[in-house]
Structure formats: C-alpha cells, structure tokens
C-alpha cells in the first residue's frame, strides 16, 4: 500500500515501532499468540454444514472477519517477532 499523505505515513510509521516494541517482548509475544488464536488464523475459515455438506457462508465470512483482525495487527510486525509467535514449537499460553 503505497501512501503520499506525509503525516498519515508519519502515523502509520509510528503505529509500526509501537506494535513492535510491544509485541518484541515476552509478554506481547503472549498477548500475540493469544490474539492469533482468538482470531482463529491458524484455524480453517471455511464451515461445513454437517447435515448438507454444504457451505454455511454466514459461518464462513464471520471467521474472516475474525482472521482479519489478527492479519491487520500481523502486517506491521517485524517478521522475527511473527516467527517467534506463529512457530509450531510456541507452546507457551
């Protein structure tokens, strides 16, 4: 997404350091993990209808919305603090 607005980017550079310098500590990583969870990203957004088999669109567009939450907050994240939390080997709750 490319910005020409001056003080919006100034604002969304300063976004950028204050999620990382919260999420780069042990804690925030915690708070992290806990959000990605929440949103169910690591969980499949498509829901099956058991009796017709068919796809609940309600369901469906509902987990995305939720997903999306945590791909908003994800996207200013340095990529080591991301690996650090989405790591499988991150069992810590």
């Given at each position: 997404?490319?910005?020409?607005?001056?003080?919006?980017?100034?604002?969304?550079?300063?976004?950028?350091?204050?999620?990382?310098?919260?999420?780069?500590t042990?804690?925030?990583?915690?708070?992290?993990?806990?959000?990605?969870?929440?949103?169910?990203?690591?969980?499949?957004?498509v829901?099956?209808?058991?009796?017709?088999?068919?796809?609940?669109?309600?369901?469906t567009?509902?987990?995305?919305?939720?997903?999306?939450?945590?791909?908003?907050?994800?996207?200013?994240?340095?990529?080591?603090?991301?690996?650090?939390?989405?790591?499988?080997?991150?069992?810590?709750?």
């Amino acid at each position: 997404m490319r910005i020409n607005n001056k003080p919006e980017n100034n604002n969304l550079k300063k976004l950028e350091q204050d999620f990382n310098q919260t999420f780069a500590t042990g804690h925030g990583k915690r708070v992290l993990a806990h959000i990605m969870r929440e949103c169910g990203f690591i969980e499949p957004s498509v829901t099956i209808n058991n009796q017709s088999a068919e796809i609940n669109l309600n369901a469906t567009l509902y987990n995305e919305a939720r997903r999306n939450v945590y791909l908003s907050i994800r996207k200013f994240i340095r990529t080591d603090i991301i690996r650090d939390v989405e790591s499988p080997l991150n069992s810590e709750d």
